[in-house]
């Protein structure tokens, strides 16, 4: 009697509205519906994921047919769900990384804001008469460098961010004649992207910026009661009415690109549902993505537990519209669940929670090159200069670590090839430690994703050239 182990941290099984079953393949991030004797294959294993083959084919033989039986315990056994009593499970092999082919880097153009949002994350913000500046050098070398290190790429992201960025217009200006020459040289095309308060926004810069086909997030909290909670000037009052007014004037005259906006959920802020119908159909945003506050340092706006269940009970809600409307062959420009929908349709799997570090790095005022944007200005080490280059071995190094999982609770974790750990700076943020896991957001992250798997498991049924027409060529702009 051969004695078989059901792998539960490679599979897991998610029920759909109408009550049919998929199996989540977690290795590959790929789904299957599970049919009848699927189904029943697994259910053999029991509380305890043990069992035999010879119970299972005493058990279903006879009721599917000893060929399907053998056909399904087959497959299992070969996608690794299924396997010896006795087997060891296979080790991950160790990561190493010593490549950093970078496709975007971020210039933090000016540490000053000409707002004072209360829970502002940034640890380098100053008053706009005391913020730090980029100068043209610093900048010029930190695009040399992502021409270095990003030769093998064809396109090459820019992203400007502050502070305010548009407090440094000119700076942007400069860095992007020179990019655009540079790119022009070498056969590359520059993408820039910038995410932008609105408050200094004119016409004629909305049109240079439309010249120049950037990439724009404003950030945004909704309507006015709940935007003038946090979004303040420097002297403490609402700012809605000036960005409302802004983001008019731009989404009227913006036309290379559609316009996103970017709202924080604080304490006391969970009203999903009324700030997407504000922003995406009375502004007019294309989409809207949502960041929920669960760390920092200080506590006065993270979400407790309650309201963060009621956040993702808003998100589910605004989900299910996503889906409808996608029923329809329409977008209703919810960012969150549509990533969602191209980390499945593409199969996304993790070893790192996103590309800070490999892929992108952050330059501060001084030339250092930060994990992110998140990070300037912050106590955590830097990663090299503009200067010297990048600091590979110690970079090498700290990737390495965050992408063993051996000692954490993600090694077995369903989500873990979607999730990888979570945000660098959120651990920073809540832990004193970039690569501690994001504990605190797992079982509800897990629940959100369980939930996502049944809204793209729909839409493939039901309206797959959704897909083709919204989700696949997403990716391509970015």
């Given amino acids: 009697m051969t004695a078989l182990r059901l792998n539960t941290a490679n599979a897991h099984q998610v029920r759909r509205a109408d009550g049919r079953r998929m199996l989540f393949h977690v290795p590959t991030t790929a789904l299957f519906d599970l049919d009848d004797v699927s189904g029943a294959v697994l259910d053999a294993f029991g509380p305890a994921a043990m069992t035999s083959e010879n119970a299972i084919r005493g058990a279903l ?49 000016n540490t000053g804001c000409n ?121 403490g009052k609402g700012t809605y009415d000036t960005v409302s007014g802004k983001v008019r004037m731009l989404l009227e005259r913006y ?23 504000h922003l995406k159909h009375e502004l007019g945003f294309f989409e809207v993505g949502y960041a929920p506050v669960t760390s920092g340092t200080s506590d006065a706006y993270a979400l407790g537990g309650a309201e963060l269940a009621e956040v993702f009970a808003q998100m589910k809600a605004l989900g299910l519209e996503y889906q409808a409307d996608a029923l329809r062959g329409v977008n209703n420009g919810f960012s969150n669940m549509h990533q969602m929908m191209t980390d499945l349709h593409q199969g996304t799997r993790k070893v790192l929670p996103c590309g800070a570090g490999i892929g992108m790095l952050a330059v501060d005022k001084d030339g250092g090159l930060n994990l992110c944007h998140r990070f300037t200005g912050s106590e955590l080490d830097t990663y090299g200069t503009v200067d010297a280059g990048i600091d590979k071995q110690r970079l090498g190094d700290f990737l390495s670590r965050a992408a063993d999982r051996s000692d954490r609770g993600c090694a077995t974790c369903r989500i873990r090839n979607l999730c990888a750990g979570g945000c660098y700076h959120e651990s920073y943020a809540h832990f004193n430690d970039p690569l501690y896991p994001t504990y605190h957001y797992c079982d509800i992250l897990r629940d959100w994703i369980d939930f996502g798997i049944g809204v793209y498991a729909t839409i493939v049924e039901r309206r797959p050239d959704f897909l083709d027409t919204h989700v696949t060529p997403r990716r391509a702009i970015q």
């Fill in 115 to 235: 707002l004072g949002c209360s829970y502002c994350y940034k640890e380098d913000l100053q008053v706009p008469a005391r913020g730090e500046r980029m100068d043209f050098e610093t900048a010029r070398k930190s695009i040399d460098l992502l021409l270095a290190e990003g030769a093998s790429r064809d396109r090459l992201n820019v992203v400007f961010f502050g502070g305010e960025p548009l407090s440094n217009l000119p700076l942007i200006k400069q860095v992007v004649e020179y990019t655009n020459r540079r790119c022009a040289e070498l056969g590359k095309t520059p993408d820039y992207s910038m995410t932008t308060n609105a408050t200094l926004l004119k016409p004629e810069t909305v049109d240079w910026l439309n010249g120049e086909r950037f990439s724009i997030a404003v950030s945004m909290d909704g309507p006015k009661r709940l935007h003038d909670r946090h979004r303040l000037t420097v002297g």
């Fill in 61 to 109: 033989d006879e009721r599917f047919g000893a060929d399907a039986v053998k056909g399904a315990l087959d497959d299992f056994i070969d996608l690794e769900i299924v396997s010896g009593a006795l087997a060891e499970p296979r080790p991950a092999a160790d990561l190493v990384i010593d490549n950093y082919p970078l496709s975007t880097i971020v210039l933090n153009v």
């Fill in 255 to 277: 036309t290379s690109r559609p316009v996103g906006a970017r709202v924080t959920l604080t304490r006391g802020n969970t009203e999903v549902l009324e700030i997407h119908r």
